[in-house]
């Protein structure tokens, strides 16, 4: 039986990830791995920062979608949903850097 949803605990870490995996075959989770470039984005799991990229974790299917959010100073924030299902879920992102005004810098 899975544990209750208050005892799911997403962390990018090779223990959460282990305790995690038995939801993965009932398909009430997905192992993500996501990439970005430049690398070293914040990565934000329904408003929860889970570490940066490159990062590898184990999302678990709740009854809305979920959302993440890859954020890095000087570029446009990636926003993602995701509806796991047992299948794995790469992402790599190529982000995109904001437009400088031309009254900036000089």
């Known amino acids: 039986a899975a544990p209750p ?3 799911v605990i997403e962390e990018a870490t090779i223990e959460a ?3 995690l995996a038995p939801l993965i075959a009932e398909r009430k989770a997905s192992l ?6 430049p690398s070293a984005a914040e990565v934000i799991l329904d408003g929860k920062r889970l570490g940066q990229t490159p990062i590898v974790f184990v999302m678990v299917r709740k009854a809305q979608a979920r959302q993440l959010t890859l954020s890095l100073p000087g570029y446009h924030n990636a926003l993602y949903s995701f509806f ?3 299948n794995p879920a790469p992402l790599t992102v190529n982000l995109h850097k904001e437009a400088i005004s031309p009254t900036s810098g000089q």
């Open 5 to 7: 949803n208050e005892a």
């Open 17 to 19: 990830t282990r305790r």
């Open 32 to 37: 993500c791995t996501v990439s970005t470039t």
């Open 84 to 86: 796991p299902d047992g």
